[in-house]
């Protein structure tokens, strides 16, 4: 839906031109494409910016970009590579979170309010957005719980990103939802400001040493090392 929704479909609604290429990411080939297109806009998922900070650590004295807001999703973004699109290409990357089911919740957007590195921004204007504990409740400031969305947005009327049902599968619908909050399966935690930080899938955490760690912050640690390409 990343493509479809938060590419494709706006970027035509408003009327402008769209570049996609049909191939495997190469990340040489992206910046020549976003040269020679004069690409302003892009969507890139933090996989391929790693690639591209790896390949080409200092873009900007091969390429004449003219970027002017890059928008990242699919995974944590991670201060390494939020510094990197700073330093690198002068632009504070917009993290954004949201799924299939209900996209486009989470976010930046540094026209409108500070990015913070490592955070995954703040819910984006409408969205009832909230962490919630097991008790369906949202949890205290610093607590981790999950990222939940309410069926009814700040207007009182149905969220419109929320999706009909799974096809064929009302079982499952019924268990995507406690009471009106839609459950993402993703954890984080929400600071004083209103900032969440993501902290993994409510599947894919494990302990070590007592501490809740997501795979995501040993990525994130891993990939600052010089001797290290990528990690997953």
Known sequence: TGGLMDAL??????????VARRARFSAEHAFRLMEKYRVTNTFLFP??????????????????????AIMSAGEAVGDAVFGWTRAALGITVNEMFGQTEANYLVGNCAERWPARPGS?????????VAVIGDDGEPVAPGEVGEVALHRYDVHGQPDPVIFVGYWNRPEATSEKFRGDWLLTGDLAAVDEDGYLWYRGR?????KAAGYR?????????????PAVANAA
């Open 47 to 68: 996989t391929a910016l790693k690639m591209m900070m790896k390949a080409v650590p200092e873009p900007r004295k091969h390429y004449r970009l003219r970027l002017r």
């Open 9 to 18: 479909l706006p970027t035509l609604y408003f009327g402008h031109p769209i």
């Open 202 to 206: 409510a599947d894919d955490m494990f």
């Open 120 to 128: 995954m921004g703040r819910p984006y204007p409408g969205h009832r």
């Open 213 to 225: 760690i997501g795979p995501a912050e040993i990525e994130n640690c891993l990939v600052k090392h």
